[in-house]
C-alpha cells in the first residue's frame, strides 16, 4: 500500500489534506530536494506576482527594484518560521525534527503558490471587471494552503488541534521575537560601526595636522 | 597603452563638453522647468510659459514724462472685459488703471461720496473711516464685466466701494447689522467679486464660514462657499467623544473651525472658484463653487489633486508646503493658481490636470519674492509682487501653445484631432505624462488598441489600459474563435477514434510510467 515514489508523495499529500501528511510521516517519504525546490519557486512566484502582473490590475514602482524583499518574503521568512516552529516544539514535546517542519511546511505551500502563480498568469488574459476568476484561484489556492498547513504541523508533531493551532499562534509571536532580536542587533552593528568610522575620522585628521 | 589612454581622455572630455553645452542650451529660463510624474515625483519639464519683461510703477507711462512714481506693495490684479489693467497699489492707497501694454489710463486715489448710497445709517464724525475720500491700504479689485462698475476692498476703512473710474462712489458696502454676523468679529475686507446677479461677495480674513455676501443693494445675505473642516484625527476624536459629552461640556469645548478660504475669482460661466492658503491642511484648497456654495469639482471628479507642489517626501522640515494665495481662471477654463511659498504659478486644465509650473523664488526675471497676485489674459500671465513693487509679464511658449490647443481639444472630446498635437508635445518633452494619455485615447477612439495599449502603458493609466486591452482581446478572440474551436473539435475527435482503437484492441494502450 502506498508505495509511491518521493515525487509521487507530493501530489499524495496535497490531495489528501487530512491523511497525507500522516502518511509522510509514517513512510518517511518527505524529500528535502522537493522541499528546497519548492521554497524556490515561492520566491519566484512572489517575483512573478508584484513584477509580471497584468498591467490592468497592478504594477509596481517600476523606477527602482531591489531583490532584498523578495528574498526576504520567501526564504527569510520560511526559514524564520521553521526555526521558530522548531524552537517553540521542542518546549511543547513535539516529535518534529527540523528537517521534517522544513519538508511538511514547503509541502503546504504548493497551493498557495500555484493558485497565485495561475492568477498571475490568468492576469494576463482578463480584464478588469473579471478579476473575481482570478481572486478565486488565489483564494482557493489561499485557503487549502492553510488546511495543508495545519495540517501538516499536526502530523510533524502529533499535537491534537487546539495544541497545533497554539503552537503556531506562539511560532508567530517567536517569529516577531526574532525580527526584533534582528532589528537590534543590526542597530548595535551599525552604532559600533559608526563609532569605529568616527575613531578612524578622528585619527587620521590628528595624523594629517 | 598610452594611446588607449589618451583615446579615453578624449572622449571624457568630449563628454564633458558637450554635457555643458547641454546645460547652457536648456538653461534659457532663470530656473530648471519641472513637472510631475505619475509617482508625484518632479521630472525635468518644458516651460509653457516664459517671462518676457517686467514693469515697475516707473516703467508705467514713462513716456509722456509725468510718472506716477514706483508701486509700493501691489497687492491685487484685475483685468477689465475692455483689456484694462486694474493695480491695486496698497502702500499708495490708490488704483492704476492701464492698458494691457501698461501705458497709464487713470491713477484713483480721491473719492467723490456724494452720491454714495448705503451711508445712511452713519455718522460722519462717529464712523469716519466710512466717509473717507482716499483709501486706507486697499488690497482687493473687481470690475463688473457688464456694467463696468469699479469694487475696491478698502480694507483698513472696512468698507466696500462701488465706483466708476472717475471716483463718484455709487455704493458703500459696510459691516453687516445682522446678529449673523457675530460682534467679535472685525471687519477688514481684503477680496471682492461680484456675480451676474450683481451680488457681492467680500473675503473677509476674520470669517472662516465663507464670503461675506450682498445683494445688488448692499443687503446682506448671508455667508457663501465655507470649507469644510479637515478630518484630522483630533476632530475625529472630538466628534466621537461628543457624543458622550452633555450639551453643556459640548458648549464648553472649542469647536472645529475650517480655514477661511482667502481668494477668489469669477469664471466667464458665473461660476466663482476659491483658493485656501493653509500649509497645514488639504481639504478644499481649491474649489469651484456652485450658486449654492457646494464645490462642483468634486462631481467633476477632480477629488484626488493635490494644488501646488506635491508635499516633500525627505528633508520635509527644511522645505514649505504651498501657500495658495490667488487663483485666476483663463480663457479655456484653465486655472492658474499662485503658491505664495515658492513664486510658483501653477497652471491646470479645467479638469485640475496639471499642465505647467512656471517661475520660483530669486531676484531673476521670472522669479518672485512675494507674489501677491496673478491675473491673465489671452496667452499672457501678469503676476504681481509686493516685495520686488512689479508685475512681471509671461507669454506662452510654442510649446505651452501645444500643449493648450491639444489639451483643449482633448478636453471638449475630439480624441483623434488631438492625436497630432499630442505626438509633438511627446517630441518637445518626453516626460509629459497627459500626451501619452491623449495619444493612447486618440489611438483607442481610432480602434488601434494595440498601440493604445503600448501608451497607455508608459503613461501607466491603469484603467485606460483596461479598455484598451478588453478592445484588443474582442479582436483577437473575433480572429481566432472559429479556428480555435475547429482545432479543439479535432482533438476531440482524434480522442476519441483513439480510445475507439483501443477498445477494439487495433493497437495497444501506451503504459503510463511507474503508476501505481
Redesign the interface.
Known amino acids: 500500500m502506498l ?3 518521493q515525487g ?1 508523495f507530493v501530489k499524495h499529500v496535497v490531495m489528501h489534506p487530512f491523511e497525507g501528511f500522516e502518511d509522510l510521516r509514517w513512510k518517511k517519504a518527505g524529500s528535502m530536494k522537493i522541499a528546497v525546490a519548492i521554497v524556490f519557486l515561492l520566491f519566484f512566484q512572489q517575483l512573478a506576482y508584484s513584477r509580471m502582473y497584468g ?5 509596481d ?1 517600476d ?1 527602482l527594484f531591489n531583490i532584498i524583499p523578495y528574498i526576504f518574503k520567501s526564504w527569510g521568512l520560511f526559514i524564520m518560521y521553521v526555526v521558530a516552529n522548531w524552537a517553540m516544539c521542542t518546549l511543547f514535546d513535539g516529535e518534529g525534527t527540523m528537517k521534517n517542519i522544513f519538508i511538511n511546511t514547503a509541502y503546504s505551500l504548493i497551493p498557495y503558490i500555484c493558485g497565485y502563480l495561475i492568477g498571475t498568469v490568468l492576469s494576463h ?1 482578463l ?2 471587471d473579471e478579476y473575481i476568476f482570478i481572486q478565486a484561484f488565489e483564494i482557493i489556492g489561499l485557503a487549502w494552503t492553510v488546511v495543508l498547513f495545519i495540517s501538516g504541523m499536526k502530523a510533524v508533531h502529533q499535537f491534537s488541534f487546539g495544541k497545533t493551532l497554539l503552537l503556531i499562534l506562539l511560532t508567530l509571536v517567536a517569529m516577531l521575537a526574532m525580527l526584533f532580536l534582528l532589528i537590534l542587533l543590526l542597530t548595535l552593528f551599525q552604532q559600533i560601526l559608526i563609532f569605529i568610522f568616527t575613531i578612524y575620522t578622528e585619527l587620521s585628521y590628528r595624523l594629517r595636522v | 597603452m598610452s594611446r588607449i589612454r589618451r583615446l579615453l581622455i578624449a572622449a571624457c572630455a568630449g563628454l564633458v563638453l558637450s554635457s555643458t553645452l547641454a546645460v547652457s542650451a536648456s538653461a534659457i529660463e532663470s530656473y530648471t522647468p519641472y513637472s510631475y510624474d505619475r ?1 508625484g ?1 518632479a521630472v525635468p519639464s518644458q516651460v509653457g510659459y516664459t517671462a518676457e519683461y517686467f514693469v515697475t510703477g516707473d516703467d508705467i507711462d514713462k513716456d509722456s514724462g509725468s510718472s506716477i512714481g514706483s508701486l509700493s506693495n501691489p497687492s491685487d490684479m484685475y483685468i477689465s472685459a475692455d483689456d484694462l489693467m486694474y493695480i491695486v497699489d496698497t502702500g499708495n492707497n490708490r488704483i492704476v488703471v492701464t492698458d494691457l501694454d501698461f501705458n497709464l489710463i487713470a491713477t484713483i486715489d480721491t473719492f467723490n461720496l456724494d452720491n454714495a448710497e448705503g451711508l445712511e445709517d452713519f455718522d460722519p464724525e462717529s464712523d469716519s473711516g466710512y466717509f473717507s475720500e482716499t483709501l486706507k491700504s486697499p488690497t482687493g479689485i473687481f470690475v463688473d464685466q457688464y456694467s463696468g462698475d469699479i469694487y475696491i476692498a478698502d480694507t483698513e476703512n472696512s468698507r466696500v466701494l462701488k465706483t466708476d473710474i472717475d471716483g463718484n462712489v455709487s455704493r458703500v458696502v459696510t459691516r453687516p447689522t445682522n446678529s449673523l454676523y457675530s460682534s467679535d468679529l472685525t471687519f477688514n475686507p481684503s477680496k471682492v467679486c461680484v456675480d451676474k446677479a450683481g451680488n457681492i461677495y467680500v473675503v473677509v480674513r476674520s470669517v472662516t464660514k465663507g464670503a461675506v455676501m450682498y445683494d445688488d443693494e448692499g443687503e446682506f445675505l448671508g455667508f457663501y462657499g465655507a470649507n469644510r473642516v479637515e478630518a484630522t484625527a483630533e476632530v475625529i476624536l472630538n466628534a466621537f467623544v461628543n457624543t458622550f459629552r452633555t450639551e453643556e461640556q459640548r458648549s464648553r469645548v472649542t469647536n472645529s473651525t475650517p480655514v477661511g478660504f482667502s481668494n477668489f475669482d469669477i469664471d466667464d460661466e458665473g461660476f466663482i472658484y476659491t483658493v485656501t492658503e493653509s500649509t497645514t491642511t488639504t481639504t478644499d484648497l481649491v474649489k469651484k463653487l456652485s450658486p449654492e456654495g457646494e464645490n462642483i469639482l468634486s462631481s467633476l471628479g477632480v477629488d484626488d489633486v493635490t494644488w501646488g507642489d506635491e508635499p516633500p517626501t525627505y528633508y520635509s522640515i527644511y522645505s514649505q508646503s504651498s501657500s495658495l494665495i490667488d487663483i485666476d481662471i483663463g480663457d479655456n477654463g484653465e486655472m492658474n493658481i499662485l503658491d505664495f511659498a515658492h513664486g510658483r504659478v501653477f497652471q491646470y486644465d479645467k479638469l485640475g490636470n496639471l499642465m505647467f509650473i512656471v517661475g520660483g523664488s530669486g531676484e531673476q526675471l521670472g522669479l518672485f519674492r512675494t507674489v501677491t497676485a496673478i491675473e491673465s489674459r489671452g496667452d499672457k500671465i501678469y503676476v504681481a509682487d509686493g516685495r520686488k513693487n512689479s508685475i512681471t509679464v509671461f507669454e506662452r511658449t510654442t510649446f505651452g501653445e501645444i500643449v493648450t490647443n491639444a489639451t483643449n481639444l482633448y478636453n471638449d472630446g475630439y480624441y483623434a484631432e488631438s492625436y497630432e498635437p499630442w505626438l509633438t508635445v511627446i517630441k518637445y518633452d518626453g516626460n509629459y505624462r497627459r500626451a501619452y494619455i491623449g495619444v493612447g485615447n486618440a489611438l483607442l477612439s481610432n480602434k488601434q488598441y494595440k498601440e493604445a495599449m503600448d501608451y497607455f ?1 508608459i503613461s ?1 493609466s ?2 485606460r ?2 479598455r484598451a ?2 478592445g484588443y ?1 474582442d479582436e483577437l478572440l473575433e480572429q481566432y474563435f472559429t479556428p480555435a474551436i475547429i482545432i479543439i473539435i479535432v482533438l476531440l475527435l482524434a480522442w476519441w477514434i483513439y480510445k475507439l482503437l483501443v477498445k477494439n484492441g487495433t493497437i495497444k494502450p501506451r503504459k503510463r510510467k ?1 503508476g ?1
Do not use: P
Open positions: 508505495d509511491l515514489t509521487q498591467f490592468q490590475y497592478y504594477s514602482y523606477k488574459f480584464i478588469q | 509617482w515625483e502603458e501607466i491603469r484603467a489600459y483596461n486591452f478588453e482581446r511507474g501505481a
